[in-house]
T-cell receptor, first 114, second 110 residues
Framework: NAGVTQTPKFQVLKTGQSMTLQCAQDMNHEYMSWYRQDPGMGLRLIHYSVGAGITDQGEVPNGYNVSRSTTEDFPLRLLSAAPSQTSVYFC?????????????FGSGTRLTVV | EDQVTQSPEALRLQEGESSSLNCSYTVSGLRGLFWYRQDPGKGPEFLFTLYSAGEEKEKERLKATLTKKESFLHITAPKPEDSATYLCAVRETSGSRLTFGEGTQLTVNP
């Protein structure tokens, strides 16, 4: 019963590099989201998906891409890393049923861009 | 645009000293208000979902209530292990997105 698994837990990138943050859930949840968390700014939505093949932009999508080819996986791609993308990234998932159990969050990826 | 404001930003309590955290929200149509607990270095942990004004939920020393404009998280006789950041989020009628407040950092001293 793994829940939401994020990899890697820590990453240091150089400006301009690209990378993919992985997110997988084993609960057969339809809804998945990516958030970033910065001091003083709370959790901000980057991209979200309501099912396989369906994605949409959140509040701060610039510089990030997502795809949802399977129900289980929702990777987040940084196209050309910038220092402003230094943050803690959380993936979350939820099933249907009125969100009565809220979103289940992963343990996060701490990203530093130098 | 949905807005969620939490107060206070930080709260220090003595063990056993009850208090409340506030979450004020502006949303076109509320489809759920959520409370989460977040420990340092970890992801948010779900606590409660509230759907309509007047609803209340309880879990151990925590009790969440909801009105049409705000929600309160009441902490009764807190213990040091209740120290964490408490986050509030709303889900608006038309979608699956959650909008979060900035959180209240609670410290309970023994």
């Amino acid at each position: 019963n793994a829940g939401v698994t994020q990899t890697p837990k820590f990453q240091v990138l150089k400006t301009g590099q690209s990378m993919t943050l992985q997110c997988a859930q084993d609960m057969n949840h339809e809804y998945m989201s990516w958030y970033r968390q910065d001091p003083g700014m709370g959790l901000r939505l980057i991209h979200y998906s309501v099912g396989a093949g369906i994605t949409d932009q959140g509040e701060v999508p610039n510089g990030y891409n997502v795809s949802r080819s399977t129900t289980e996986d929702f990777p987040l791609r940084l196209l050309s890393a910038a220092p402003s993308q230094t943050s803690v990234y959380f993936c979350a998932s939820s099933g249907t049923g009125g969100f009565k159990d809220g979103y289940t969050f992963g343990s996060g990826t701490r990203l530093t861009v130098v | 645009e949905d807005q969620v404001t939490q107060s206070p930003e930080a709260l220090r309590l003595q063990e056993g000293e009850s208090s409340s955290l506030n979450c004020s929200y502006t949303v076109s149509g509320l489809r759920g208000l959520f409370w989460y607990r977040q420990d340092p270095g970890k992801g948010p942990e779900f606590l409660f979902t509230l759907y309509s004004a007047g609803e209340e939920k309880e879990k151990e020393r925590l009790k969440a209530t909801l009105t049409k404009k705000e929600s309160f998280l009441h902490i009764t006789a807190p213990k040091p292990e209740d120290s964490a950041t408490y986050l509030c989020a709303v889900r608006e009628t038309s979608g699956s997105r959650l909008t979060f407040g900035e959180g209240t950092q609670l410290t309970v001293n023994p």
